[in-house]
């Protein structure tokens, strides 16, 4: 008999709305949502946004339930800095996750 329990690893999307461009406002909104493959409950799941180095910049927690109008895109918003040049910064989303396989 086998103890250990098969998992199997989700794909997930993640979608970033709200970003204006270009900003030279020293703080702006955007709307960040995840949503896993197999419908998994995602609320309450860590994202985080790094800069081009992979330095978290921030972190936000997912809503407890599904946005409105969707199967199943848990979403946040979260409050970032602009910086003070005048250029391209790239900024990427990460799913930290938490146990769910994904």
């Not at 030279?24 to 949502?33: D, K, L, T, Y």
């Not at 790094?50 to 997912?62: E, I, K, Q, Y």
Request: one cysteine or more; glycine letters at 12%.
């Amino acid at each position: 008999m086998n103890d250990e329990t098969d998992t199997e690893r989700h794909r997930v999307s993640v979608a970033v709305w709200d970003v204006p461009s270009p900003t030279r406002a020293s703080q702006f909104e955007i709307h960040v949502g995840v949503k896993c493959a197999g419908g998994c409950n995602l609320g309450g799941q860590q994202i985080e946004i790094r800069d081009a180095a992979g330095t978290a910049l921030c972190h936000a927690v997912l809503g407890s339930t599904p946005r409105p109008g969707t199967e199943a895109l848990y979403e946040t918003k979260l409050r970032l800095l602009a910086p003070d040049e005048l250029d391209v910064f790239p900024r990427t989303v990460h799913f930290i996750g938490g146990g769910y396989g994904v």
